[in-house]
T-cell receptor, first 115, second 113 residues
Framework: GNSVTQMEGPVTLSEEAFLTINCTYT??????LFWYVQYPGEGLQLLLK???ADDKGSNKGFEATYRKETTSFHLEKGSVQVSDSAVYFC??????????????WGLGTSLAVNP | EAQVTQNPRYLITVTGKKLTVTCSQNMNHEYMSWYRQDPGLGLRQIYY???????DKGDVPEGYKVSRKEKRNFPLILESPSPNQTSLYFC????????????FGSGTRLTVV
């Protein structure tokens, strides 16, 4: 079946450090891939997305590249800030979703950035 | 501003007392969905709706009802809440539920005692 696996947290970094959060998926065909972010006490926000192989999604300094050969969609940022502290979720929508185009979620990775 | 509005943000209720969590979107989206978020279990879909009067069950529909009488509104109804429905609930909408991604509401933290 379809699934998403994220690296377990929490991840703790110092400000200006490089961030990588690993995400791999299992799905047939070419799913749409997403990263969502949940800041403390808030709802989920779409951070970036990619809908076909080799697409790179980017937003707010974050990037992720859709790698079909490794079934991965790793999230990266070159220099994190304290304001990036949040929980990050990797998710997919299968290509053969039919009527129920639900998101398949990873369990989330908590990131804490220290000044 | 394009948004999904959920109310209330916080709710404490007693077992068996019917409640409704409202959800409204102003983006003319066809696809709407409800999720619950629980520690260690992640986000699980409760119900979804493809369009007005078209709804169907997600992964964990037991104990919940929904309706979609208008395109913009998708309320979640708990007819007889129980403590195992204590959770953080999110409403989401999408233009077509595929590559566009979803817009989420701010969440409703429900406690059933």
């Amino acid at each position: 079946g379809n699934s998403v696996t994220q690296m377990e947290g929490p991840v703790t970094l110092s400000e200006e450090a490089f961030l990588t959060i690993n995400c791999t998926y299992t799905a047939t065909g070419y799913p749409s891939l997403f990263w969502y972010v949940q800041y403390p006490g808030e709802g989920l926000q779409l951070l970036l997305k990619a809908t076909k192989a080799d697409d790179k999604g980017s937003n707010k300094g974050f990037e992720a590249t859709y790698r079909k050969e490794t079934t991965s969609f790793h999230l990266e940022k070159g220099s994190v800030q304290v304001s990036d502290s949040a929980v990050y979720f990797c998710a997919l929508i299968p290509p053969n979703a039919g009527n129920n185009r639900k998101l398949i979620w990873g369990l989330g990775t908590s990131l804490a950035v220290n000044p | 501003e394009a948004q999904v509005t959920q109310n209330p943000r916080y709710l404490i209720t007693v077992t068996g007392k019917k409640l409704t969590v409202t959800c409204s979107q102003n983006m003319n989206h066809e696809y709407m969905s409800w999720y619950r978020q629980d520690p260690g279990l992640g986000l699980r879909q409760i119900y979804y709706s493809m369009n007005v009067e078209v709804t169907d069950k997600g992964d964990v529909p037991e104990g919940y009802k929904v309706s979609r009488k208008e395109k913009r509104n998708f309320p979640l109804i708990l007819e007889s809440p129980s403590p195992n429905q204590t959770s953080l609930y999110f409403c989401a909408s999408s233009l077509n539920g595929r590559g566009y991604g979803y817009t989420f509401g701010s969440g409703t933290r429900l406690t059933v005692v």
